[in-house]
Nanobody
Framework: QVHLVESGGGLVQAGGSLRLSCATS????????MGWYRQAPGNQRELVAH???????NYADSVKGRFTISRDNAKNMVYLQMNSLKPEDAAIYYC??????????????WGQGTQVTVAS
């Protein structure tokens, strides 16, 4: 079991920056993929960025060049640095952990989400 707690959301002007943090309840060293998703009203939850154990990252096209995901295995933290924010980035942002067990089964863990609001 992994408990995830997001923080760092808030209100920011367009063009501004925010850094989201995700605190995990145990070591993330063995967790295969850590990621950030977001969901705006009326929209489906979508992948923003993820980072695998090896450090390889992947980003949604809409955030490439503006957002950076990172993980600190020593602190059991995952971060999302968001720069040049746009009104369309406004959403609830969720931290996600994907863990594959020894039998190949996948378990998804989710945080409660943190609201990001971007004023134009």
């Amino acid at each position: 079991q992994v408990h995830l707690v997001e923080s760092g959301g808030g209100l920011v002007q367009a063009g501004g920056s925010l850094r989201l943090s995700c605190a995990t309840s145990r070591s993330i060293f063995s967790i295969n993929v850590m990621g950030w998703y977001r969901q705006a009203p009326g929209n489906q939850r979508e992948l923003v960025a993820h980072i695998v154990r090896t450090g390889t990252t992947n980003y949604a096209d809409s955030v490439k060049g503006r957002f950076t995901i990172s993980r600190d295995n020593a602190k059991n933290m995952v971060y999302l640095q968001m720069n040049s924010l746009k009104p369309e980035d406004a959403a609830i942002y969720y931290c996600n952990a994907k863990e594959i067990n020894a039998y190949g089964g996948l378990t998804n863990y989710w945080g409660q989400g943190t609201q990001v609001t971007v004023a134009s």
